[in-house]
């Protein structure tokens, strides 16, 4: 979706509003699944395996779980960093071709939504497509959320896991971003 922001910005250069409109609509729907990519890590727990004998060898379980969780913090990393530049390249002061703080604050923004998301997903099942159904969501969460113990469960949670895809994220987009916004 956000590659098409070049195209629309020069189609409607006189019509700022019609690109930012959907720059945020484009914005919400893939923060709506980015959730999805980083929620594979959680199956490293390996709680899809059986007990006892199995025709599956156990690390043949743990080579394809890995890679599945690669995989999906890979494109969660790529499609942040892509979204980010995107943002950078609409804000950029051309004098100061520079990575802006605000473009980090952003990252760090979405990462803890991906977070709760994840928790969401692993601990209440939620998926992206309950957003359908806002008041279900909101009396499963009002229900969850009056058990003793659960919201420091899920503050520990999104925190641990946020602060893994930022320890992921961080070196990777510096990298990339010292090679599209070199300093002077």
């Known amino acids: 979706l956000m590659l ?36 594979l890590i959680t199956e490293l727990n390996l709680s899809h395996r059986e007990d006892g004998p199995t025709p599956v060898p156990l690390w043949y379980d743990i080579v394809q779980t890995l890679t599945l969780t690669i995989s999906g913090i890979a494109n969660a990393v ?3 960093a892509i979204l980010q530049t995107v ?4 804000f950029i002061d051309p004098a100061r071709p520079t ?5 980090w604050a ?7 939504l991906g977070a709760v998301g994840v928790y969401l997903g692993r601990f209440l099942r939620f998926n992206s497509w309950d957003v359908r159904h806002p008041l279900g969501m909101l ?9 003793r113990g ?7 949670f999104v925190v641990t ?17 010292a090679s599209l916004f070199p300093a002077r």
């Open 139 to 147: 009396r499963k969460l009002a229900a969850h959320f009056r058990v």
């Open 106 to 112: 952003f990252a760090v923004v979405v990462i803890v």
């Open 150 to 156: 659960k919201a420091l469960e899920a503050f520990a």
């Open 161 to 177: 896991h946020a602060l893994l895809i930022t320890l992921i994220y961080v070196p990777v987009y510096a990298l990339a971003a």
């Open 99 to 103: 990575v802006p703080a605000s473009s």
């Open 87 to 90: 943002l950078i390249v609409l």
């Open 4 to 39: 098409l922001v070049p195209a629309i910005q020069l189609a409607g250069a006189s019509a700022p509003v019609l690109l930012w409109t959907y720059v945020a609509l484009a914005t919400l729907v893939w923060l709506l699944f980015l959730p999805n990519s980083v929620y």
């Open 78 to 80: 790529l499609s942040l």
